[in-house]
Structures are given as structure tokens and as C-alpha cells.
């Protein structure tokens, strides 16, 4: 049996089979980690559960909400086209057209101006497949192929093609720019008075 030590410094008096503890304050990395994480989790369940902050279960929710509008609105068929042209004027659609005509790739074949490159100048009076507004919702919806080159069917939200449509409408209401010459074979005047 060994003396038990006397406490020395920071030695506590208690000894597990000759194990001595000292008392010495953590090091400041590990209280900062420690608080920091207690600071951080009060803030999270602040921002989670009462905050703006959206859980996985709510941007699942919110997933769904947006799936069943996308399906809403795909199963929607063609509006007719007095309704159409109702909307023909809607710069919110007119703005929301401009953004996807550029995002859905329109602009390979009818260039960025729609005056046409590969596919026809979309801002003149000559079309091939009539210039009321069912019918060019018609055309993009479903595409179209001929000697000319493939239009290709687009898979979008039928609300996303009325809008395209009435974008291309305001183009062709501003006037012909220059562009693809036209296919006197083919396209036919048939100007937009709408
Ligand atoms: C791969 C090339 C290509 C892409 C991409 C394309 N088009 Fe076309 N588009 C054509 C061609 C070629 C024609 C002419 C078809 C014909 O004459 O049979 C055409 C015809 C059209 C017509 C009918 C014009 C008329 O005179 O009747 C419209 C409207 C049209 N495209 C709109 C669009 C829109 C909107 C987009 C984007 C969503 C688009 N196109 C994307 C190649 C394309």
C-alpha cells in the first residue's frame, strides 16, 4: 500500500486505483464549439419550428402543391381562341412568354429576335399555319414536320405555351423585323389584326 499523495496544484485528493484527476478548465476551442452549438441549436428550432425556416415534411408539401398545379395546368386543354385573345395584351404573360421563349430553345431555330433562322420569321404577316392564336398554340404544342425542317412538340404546361403564344403575338403586333425571307410556296399573308 503506497501513501496516498498529498493534493498538489490542481491534482484532485481522489485516486482510482492509482488514476488522479486534475481540475482544469476545458480549453477555450472546446467551449466555443460547445456554446456555439447550444447558441446554434436554439436558433435552429426558433427558425425551424416557430421561424420561416421550411423542415423537409413542408418543402415536401409544398412540392406536392406544385406538382398538382403543374398537373392542373397540363390537363388543361387549348384555351378557345376568344379567351386567347383576351390575354393576347397581359404583359405579365407577354413578360412570361419572353423568358421561356428563350429558356425552351426557340431561339436555335427562329433566332433571338424570332425573325427567324433554321424555322420561319415569326414577326411577319406570312404563315404556314394561320396566325390566330389556336392555331400557333396548335403548331407549338404539337409540332409540325415538313420538307421545310421539323417544329418539334413541346412537353411544357399548356399555360407555359398560351403564353409563349401571346408573346409572339406582341412580336408580330410590333411589326416584321428583318429576317428569314419568307416561302411564297409556303407561307401565306395573313396578318395579326387582334
Ligand atoms: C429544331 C428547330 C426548331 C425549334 C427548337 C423550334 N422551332 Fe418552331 N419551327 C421550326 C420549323 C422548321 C418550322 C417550320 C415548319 C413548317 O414549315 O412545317 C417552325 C414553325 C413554327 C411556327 C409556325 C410558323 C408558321 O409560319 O405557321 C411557330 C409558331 C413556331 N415554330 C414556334 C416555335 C416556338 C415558340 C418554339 C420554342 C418552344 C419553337 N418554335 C422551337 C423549327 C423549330
Redesign the pocket.
Known amino acids: 500500500m503506497s501513501e496516498p499523495q498529498k493534493p498538489q496544484d490542481d491534482l484532485l485528493p481522489h485516486d482510482f486505483d492509482g488514476i488522479r484527476e486534475r481540475d482544469r478548465d476545458p480549453p477555450l476551442w472546446f467551449n466555443v464549439l460547445f456554446y456555439g452549438s447550444l447558441i446554434w441549436g436554439v436558433g435552429y428550432v426558433l427558425h425551424y419550428h416557430w421561424g420561416p425556416g421550411k423542415t423537409g415534411r413542408d418543402e415536401w408539401k409544398s412540392d406536392m402543391v406544385a406538382l398538382q398545379e403543374t398537373r392542373a395546368k397540363n390537363a388543361t386543354g387549348p384555351l378557345p381562341e376568344d379567351q386567347l385573345r383576351e390575354l393576347s395584351k397581359n404583359a405579365d404573360r407577354i413578360a412570361r412568354g419572353k423568358a ?2 428563350a429558356s ?3 431561339v ?3 433566332g433571338p429576335e424570332a425573325a427567324g433562322s ?3 420569321n ?1 414577326t411577319d404577316k ?5 396566325s390566330k392564336m389556336s ?2 398554340v396548335d ?2 404544342a404539337k409540332g ?3 420538307p ?5 412538340g ?1 412537353t411544357m404546361a399548356m399555360d407555359d405555351i398560351t403564353n ?1 403564344t401571346i408573346y ?1 403575338v406582341s412580336l408580330n403586333r410590333a411589326g416584321a423585323k428583318p429576317g428569314k425571307a419568307i416561302d411564297p410556296a ?2 401565306k399573308e395573313n396578318p395579326i389584326t387582334y
Open positions: 421561356l421563349y425552351a430553345g426557340c436555335a431555330c427562329h433554321i424555322g420561319p415569326l406570312y404563315w404556314v399555319y394561320g392555331e400557333i403548331v407549338i409540325r414536320t415538313s421545310a425542317g421539323v417544329m418539334p413541346q409563349l409572339l409556303r407561307e
